[in-house]
């Protein structure tokens, strides 16, 4: 073979593989952008927020209490609903990643925000949430949930703000709330935790959701846990 056609050889294998490098990089480029809109936002915030986000589980007289909780602190400080952990004689948190540990009662609050911390000691520095400003909280604007209900961990759903109801200082959505789901956030479009999932109005004795849950804001929550934010 002549050096001209080695040089053309040589040129289109070049060639080849650059076209096939930009066809790759493009159907990568594509699948990543696939998420548009919603989807995106649903997507994102869920896979930034839920390594934050932990199973509460409670062993009391009657039987096991299971909920959710927020890591709010690096080093192993958990938000979740006290009626989750009240009266309990051994409580145990597992996270995102099925790391099991022995939970403490730190604190709680139940007149007004039916609230919980926990302390437990990680191997290493945990993932946190973020909590938002819930005075700019709008009916009408996107919310996202992240719990564990009936046990199914990890759990996300979508709603909106149904209605705030300023007399009893709670958030009401549409997203389902159900039980296992106590103690986990509501939160923006941002990622930001706007509320703490506490209850849902049930008439047929948790039988069915009916889109009626209430979370406790979360300045009311900063209330409890500033002293502990990272």
Partial sequence: MSKHLKFLSVIFVLLVSFISGVMVNN??????NDYKGEEFINVTVYERINPAIVLVEAQMLDGLSSGTGCIINKNGIILTSSHVVDRASYIEVTTAKGETYKAEVMKTENSNG???????KPNKPLPVIKLGDSSMVK?????LAIGNPFGFNGTLTTGIVSRIDYERNKIQTDAAINPGSSGGPILNANGEVIGISQSIFNPDNNKSNIGIGFAVPANEVKKLVSAYLN
């Avoid at 039916?114 to 437990?120: E, G």
């Fill in 27 to 32: 159907s990568v480029y594509s699948k990543e």
């Fill in 114 to 120: 039916d609230l919980a911390l926990l302390r437990i």
């Fill in 139 to 143: 009916v009408g604007q996107k919310v």
